[in-house]
């Protein structure tokens, strides 16, 4: 495990004691990711997607093995804010402005009232709302809200984003568009990402590796690479692109194991 990954997972098992008996969430989790790095988790409901992600986040702690964000325990990376989190819901406060949700997380911080405010203009800027600072959440569509979280999740520069299915109530093509946002913010704050989804093209599209995950225990079944370079309009008509969903698709059945297995 390199120390210069932004998390590192080693030997992780989760177990949850419920009452009927104990749930193996994740079995035998290895799994590094480079600062900077793009990594999405795929995989059937269940199979521990958002338990890992929530043991990474030092929200929950793993049941054996070890954690590292930024080289740091993961609870210690959260007290310190190494992460930004990004949930399906946006999750945002009706009775506030678009630019004071995008503050909250510097207002809980001690953040200046100047500097909090610049923050949120550059950050609206950059997820392309700085029309909307002044609007309510619900003045504004299901993607905007969407992007508001992102610039929340975004306040402290974090150099770790954990997404869980953030786009998975948008229709198909708010989806994409938010997609090629995610692929250009994520370039431009040199964050790390780890993204959970259930789509097997927005996998592809993000990522430059899909971790697959097989169910009951959720263990990591395969890993694989996608080469296609900087993303842009064409890039889901390309080949290429056709055939890394294909191989993700595979190694999801369970067939053909590719590229360079578990990592
Ligand atoms: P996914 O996000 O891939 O759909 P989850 O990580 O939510 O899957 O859940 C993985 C497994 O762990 C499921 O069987 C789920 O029921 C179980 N689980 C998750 N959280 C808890 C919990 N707090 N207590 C007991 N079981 C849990
Ligand atoms: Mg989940």
């Known amino acids: 495990m390199s120390i210069d990954s932004a998390v590192g997972i080693t030997g992780v098992d989760k177990v949850f004691s419920a009452r ?20 999405s988790l795929i995989g059937p409901s269940g199979c521990g997607k958002s338990t890992l992600l929530r043991v990474i986040a030092g929200l929950i702690p793993a049941t054996s093995g070890q954690v590292t964000v930024n ?49 949120a203009r550059e950050l609206l800027d950059l997820v392309g709302l700085a029309d909307f600072a002044e609007h309510r959440p619900q003045e504004l569509s299901g993607g905007m809200q ?43 704050t040199s964050a790390a990402v780890v993204f959970v989804t259930h789509s097997i093209s927005e996998a592809v599209f993000l990522s430059q590796r899909v971790v697959v995950m097989s169910p009951r225990p959720g263990r990591i079944a395969d890993v694989v690479p996608i080469g296609l370079g900087a993303r842009d309009l064409d890039t889901r008509e390309a080949p290429e692109f056709f055939a890394a969903v294909t191989q993700v698709r595979e190694a999801l059945r369970g067939r053909a194991s590719v590229g360079e297995g578990i990592s």
């Open 71 to 119: 080289g740091k325990s993961a609870e210690q990376a959260r007290r310190d804010q190494d992460y930004g989190f990004a949930f399906q819901q946006a999750g945002l406060l009706e009775w506030r402005s678009v630019a004071a949700n995008v503050e909250l997380p510097l207002v809980v911080h001690g953040v200046s009232r100047a500097k909090r405010r610049a923050r």
């Open 146 to 188: 969407q992007r508001v979280a992102i610039a929340r999740a975004l306040a402290e520069s974090p150099t770790l984003l954990l997404m869980d299915e953030p786009f998975g109530a948008l229709d198909e093509m708010t989806r994409e568009r938010m997609q090629g946002e995610l692929v250009r913010i994520a370039a431009e």
């Open 20 to 39: 009927k008996g104990d749930v193996i969430a994740l079995t035998g989790i290895h799994l590094e990711v480079a600062k900077g790095e793009f990594v």
